[in-house]
């Protein structure tokens, strides 16, 4: 496939893997095993690319109720990081998969996007970004069942190798349904604080500021996907510059939020940033991955992030407790034509943070 030169940023060539954007679901989940497209040593052969494993083993997981599934293509010490600890073995996941499933039972999912990167040798790295519609009939860790329906988006940054995946980042966006099946989100975080979790993230965020002075632009290859977007989000996050988003995102930008929030045009966008910050307004912006896919409708960046500081209540943690330390991990999917971010989906889950606050 033929990349578009007017990329602000160089990609390497890689083997041609599956298109999920614009493509029909069921005929991809029907469609015969086609002629391998990537190396994929230890891996089931009827996969023939990276995306195409990580879409087919959701889909029958969480699809066709295959739930011990999970038993072959997760390994038993699977380590799984979200906003409210870290999980650490195969029969939690199995667990969380069973409650889930029994608390939405119609539940479906959509595929918006898989970036990727690695190799047979050290495994390969996804990020998939998905949409979820169920309605809520079971009990959740929330409260009994509501018989409302959610519709929100997920994003599971996972390192696959040998057909399991051992190593998962998990945002879910729980702010949007929390809300969505009518859930006090503040009364909910109090509840989960309270409640505790296996393992706690130690939170250190480092400051914003050399000495006293901000600190300036850092040293990357810009023309590198990775230092392409480790300067965008320096400089839009940690040096405050909102005034050169212009310089990467186009005027009539959409941007899809965590909370079920939507910004369309730039001025939206600028003010969804500051919705965020104020929320953690010494907060400072860690870069933890880049990953990226060639879809149909262009190039997608996957950025993988942590945004550490202390809470503030007026932005998009409503009036919470001061002064807490938090974090929060998020994942963005930027979309680029014609050299310029077109759309983003940047997740993050308010709810887990906001419970951070509560303890």
Same mark, same amino acid.
């Given at each position: 496939m033929t990349l578009p030169d007017s990329l602000p940023f160089d990609l390497p060539a890689r083997p041609p893997v599956t298109l999920l954007r614009h493509q029909d679901a069921r005929a991809l989940r029907q469609a015969p095993v086609a002629e391998l497209g990537q190396l994929l040593p230890g891996f089931e052969p009827r996969f023939t690319d990276i995306v195409d494993y990580i879409v087919r083993i959701t889909d029958e997981i969480w699809m066709d109720r295959a739930v011990g599934y999970i038993y072959d293509t997760y390994d038993a010490s699977c380590v799984i990081y979200s906003s409210y600890g870290i999980v650490r073995s195969v029969e939690e996941v199995i667990a969380s998969t069973v409650a889930t499933l029994n608390a939405y039972p119609d539940g479906e999912i959509h595929h918006l996007n898989v970036a990727w990167s690695g190799d047979a040798t050290s495994g390969y790295y996804t990020s998939h970004l998905g949409h979820s519609r169920s309605t809520n009939v079971g009990r959740t860790a929330w409260g009994?069942?509501?018989?409302?329906?959610?519709?929100?988006?997920?994003?599971?940054?996972?390192?696959?190798?040998?057909?399991?995946?051992?190593?998962? +980042?998990?945002? #879910?966006?729980?702010?949007?349904?929390? @809300?969505?099946?009518?859930? *006090?989100?503040? &009364?909910?975080?109090r509840r989960i604080s309270e409640s505790g979790t296996p393992e706690n993230f130690i939170v250190s965020p480092e400051t914003r500021l050399d000495g006293q002075a901000p600190r300036g632009p850092i040293d990357v290859d810009r023309r590198s996907v990775d230092g392409w977007a480790r300067a965008l989000f320096h400089?839009? +996050?940690?040096? #405050?510059?909102?005034?050169?988003?212009? @310089?990467?995102?186009?005027? *009539?930008?959409? &941007?899809?939020?965590?909370?079920?929030?939507?910004?369309?045009?730039?001025?939206?966008?600028?003010?969804?940033?500051?919705?965020?910050?104020?929320?953690?307004?010494?907060?400072?912006?860690?870069?933890?991955?880049?990953?990226?896919?060639?879809?149909?409708?262009?190039?997608?960046?996957?950025?993988r992030w942590t945004l550490e500081g202390r809470s503030a209540p007026g932005g998009v943690l409503g009036e919470c407790p001061p002064g807490r330390p938090v974090f929060m991990m998020g994942m963005s999917h930027l979309r680029l034509t014609g050299g310029r971010i077109v759309e983003e989906w940047m997740l993050f889950d308010e709810l887990g943070v906001l419970a951070q606050t509560y303890r």
């Open positions: 009994p069942g509501t018989g409302k329906r959610t519709s929100i988006r997920f994003v599971a940054d996972c390192i696959s190798r040998d057909n399991r995946i051992h190593t998962e +980042w998990l945002v #879910r966006d729980n702010g949007a349904a929390v @809300r969505q099946l009518g859930f *006090d989100p503040h &009364a909910i975080a400089e839009v +996050w940690n040096l #405050r510059r909102l005034d050169w988003l212009a @310089r990467h995102y186009a005027p *009539d930008i959409t &941007a899809h939020s965590g909370g079920g929030r939507t910004a369309q045009g730039l001025r939206n966008y600028q003010s969804l940033i500051l919705h965020v910050l104020t929320a953690i307004p010494d907060g400072h912006m860690r870069v933890d991955n880049v990953c990226w896919s060639q879809e149909a409708d262009g190039v997608i960046v996957a950025v």
